[in-house]
Antibody, heavy 123, light 107 residues
Framework: QMQLQESGPGLVKPSETLSLMCTVSGGSINSRSYHWGWIRQAPVKGLEWIGNIYSSGSTYYNPSLKSRVTISADMSKNQFSLKVISVTAADTAVYYC???????????????WGQGTMVTVSS | DIQMTQSPSTLSASVGDRVTITCRASQFINSHLAWFQQKPGRAPKLLIYKTSTLESGVPSRFSGSGSGTEFTLTISSLQPDDFARYYCQQYDSYTWTFGQGTRVETK
């Protein structure tokens, strides 16, 4: 069974860059059967889609975050990453990575999630 | 951007009740609609994808229906383990969106 695990600093200073990694085990991120995504959840708030990276390498981002977000993949390490620049307190949230499965009949969005990692933006 | 509006925001129910949550999309999204359950401190769990397909291992008391812009999640007989927050999510366009969530609480 594939598993996803987020990692990265739990505390980031305002105006700095938030960097998180998602390590995939039990399968390859290079597989054409999967795409990958990032989602976040601010304290006592709902889920917010951040963006996806497709197996082709194409990326798509939430328009409200697009100017500050980059998602990339490192096939050699079986990881994909999230960078958010110029963070503020509004970026404080639990960040999740998740898998998107591609089947012959369509996509299964976010069928496997990491456990999430809390990131606090504070000086 | 496609906006997703869930209702109600909070639902009070008892064990055994039939529960329905509605999700409305601001534009046509084909059948590209998923439902997730989230419990406090836990990652969301996929319940249903492609509007009505039950994810493996999800109890059959959960069902999804709808088309176009109107979708529903139904729990046929609410169980103690079902008290949680539920989210719909559209994945029709290149940019995806979640509904704001529905909290199912004990009456």
């Amino acid at each position: 069974q594939m598993q996803l695990q987020e990692s990265g600093p739990g505390l980031v200073k305002p105006s700095e860059t938030l960097s998180l990694m998602c390590t995939v085990s039990g399968g390859s991120i290079n597989s054409r059967s999967y795409h990958w995504g990032w989602i976040r959840q601010a304290p006592v708030k709902g889920l917010e889609w951040i963006g996806n990276i497709y197996s082709s390498g194409s990326t798509y981002y939430n328009p409200s975050l697009k100017s500050r977000v980059t998602i990339s993949a490192d096939m050699s390490k079986n990881q994909f990453s999230l960078k958010v620049i110029s963070v503020t307190a509004a970026d404080t949230a639990v960040y999740y990575c998740a898998r998107i499965t591609i089947t012959s009949t369509g996509w299964i969005a976010f069928d496997i999630w990491g456990q999430g990692t809390m990131v606090t933006v504070s000086s | 951007d496609i906006q997703m509006t869930q209702s109600p925001s909070t639902l009070s129910a008892s064990v055994g009740d039939r529960v329905t949550i509605t999700c409305r999309a601001s534009q046509f999204i084909n059948s590209h609609l998923a439902w997730f359950q989230q419990k406090p401190g836990r990652a969301p769990k996929l319940l249903i994808y492609k509007t009505s397909t039950l994810e493996s291992g999800v109890p059959s008391r959960f069902s999804g229906s709808g088309s176009g812009t109107e979708f529903t999640l139904t729990i046929s007989s609410l169980q103690p383990d079902d008290f949680a927050r539920y989210y719909c999510q559209q994945y029709d366009s290149y940019t995806w969106t979640f509904g704001q969530g529905t909290r199912v609480e004990t009456k």
